[in-house]
């Protein structure tokens, strides 16, 4: 099966700033992989899938990078709103679709 | 508006059985997979089992394979999961989930809001 591996597993960041999430798999996925969001509470939401392509909606401050075995999630500019957990998750294997173990932001 | 509406979780011994429903609205049901995807307390997401639009195929995480079946009826735009042997460790929210597209291989782009399940004596 492949493995997700997100870093770091925690991040502290201050409004405004430029965040990073790594997201790496054992192997090759080509672009077939997504990113979401997910608030205390509440379900995930979709924000990036195919590696680089925006969910409708979703603000332009994040993007999406990488193929093959390593992946980024960008917040260009942090906002109040982004306080979350961000999960990646590989979709080349229909038979299993794994998820990295998350990332919370959480406010400097 | 397109939306997911999970029901059915709830308290239930170890080794018993329980059905989770989830009932579509606003898209053509059948055209798409669907997916359910747990989250144990504290804890990340899992993906545990899925369907294609046309209910033909089916996949399951081994962690549930030959306890849980995943079963769609189209007529009824309803997604279901039946959990038989329950264990301790299946305690979780249970989520239904709306693939991209109709063959189980694409991203999660609508999810519904989640239904407690609890395994305990």
């Known amino acids: 099966d492949i493995q997700m591996t997100q870093s770091p597993s925690t991040l502290s960041a201050s409004v405004g700033d430029r965040v990073t999430i790594t997201c790496r798999a054992s192997?090759?996925?080509?672009?077939?992989l997504a990113w979401y969001q997910q608030k205390p509470g509440k379900a995930p939401k979709l924000l990036i899938y195919?590696?680089?392509s925006l969910e409708s909606g979703v603000p332009s401050r994040f993007s999406g990078s990488g193929s093959g075995t390593e992946f980024t999630l960008t917040i260009s500019s942090l906002q109040p709103d982004d306080f979350a957990t961000y999960y990646c998750?590989?979709?080349?294997?229909?038979?299993?679709?794994?998820f990295g173990q998350g990332t919370k932001v959480e406010i400097k | 508006e397109v939306q997911l509406v999970e029901s059915g979780g709830g308290l239930v011994q170890p080794g018993g059985s329980l059905r989770l429903s989830c009932a579509a609205s606003g898209f053509t049901f059948s055209s798409y997979a669907m997916s359910w995807v747990r989250q144990a307390p504290g804890k990340g997401l899992e993906w545990v089992s899925a369907i294609s639009g046309s209910g033909g195929s089916t996949y399951y995480a081994d962690s549930v394979k030959g306890r849980f079946t995943i079963s769609r009826d189209n007529s009824k735009n309803t997604l279901y999961l039946q959990m038989n042997s329950l264990r301790a460790e299946d305690t979780a929210v249970y989520y239904c989930?709306?693939?991209?597209?109709?063959?189980?291989?694409?991203?999660?782009?609508?999810w519904g809001q989640g239904t407690m399940v609890t395994v305990s004596s």
């Open positions: 195919k590696a680089s």
């Open positions: 998750q590989q979709y080349n294997s229909y038979r299993t679709r794994t």
């Open positions: 989930a709306k693939d991209q597209g109709p063959d189980s291989s694409d991203a999660f782009d609508i």
């Open positions: 192997q090759s996925i080509s672009s077939w």
